[in-house]
């Protein structure tokens, strides 16, 4: 069974930073895209971050660009995103994903190219 569990969010003020978690649990890790995205109360989900678990380019939503890093440790199943400078905008559930198939047809790929999800991990922002 797939599962993917993230942990570290939390509240924290304007400026400030959190680091998520997420580890990948039943699945290889391997030669695949992972991601991060999140939604806001009453919005759409939209897309933050990806990585390609064999590397190379990774992707970030304008919003977040010098801001935020994703990253991985592929020996741990497990991918990361750094949040610095966090802004009251930021606040959102932000969920981990892994693609399926594990090879995406597009880059960066899209919410439809993820076929795992995890269950969430609330980061709230407050000025």
């Known amino acids: 069974q797939v599962q993917l569990v993230e942990s570290g969010g939390g509240s924290v003020q304007a400026g400030g930073s959190l680091q998520l978690s997420c580890v990948l649990f039943?699945?290889?890790?391997?030669?695949?895209?992972m991601g991060w995205f999140r939604q806001p109360t009453g919005k759409e989900r939209e897309r933050v971050a990806v990585?390609?678990?064999?590397?190379?380019?990774?992707y970030y939503a304008d919003s977040v660009k010098e801001r935020f890093i994703i990253s991985q440790d592929n020996a741990k199943n497990t991918v990361y995103l750094q949040m610095n400078s966090l802004k009251p905008e930021d606040t959102a559930m932000y969920y981990c994903a892994a693609s399926w198939p594990p090879v995406p047809r597009n880059w960066p790929p899209t919410q439809a190219d993820f076929g795992y999800w995890g269950q969430g991990t609330q980061v709230t922002v407050s000025s």
């Open positions: 990585i390609p678990t064999g590397g190379g380019s990774v």
């Open positions: 039943g699945s290889t890790y391997g030669s695949r895209c």
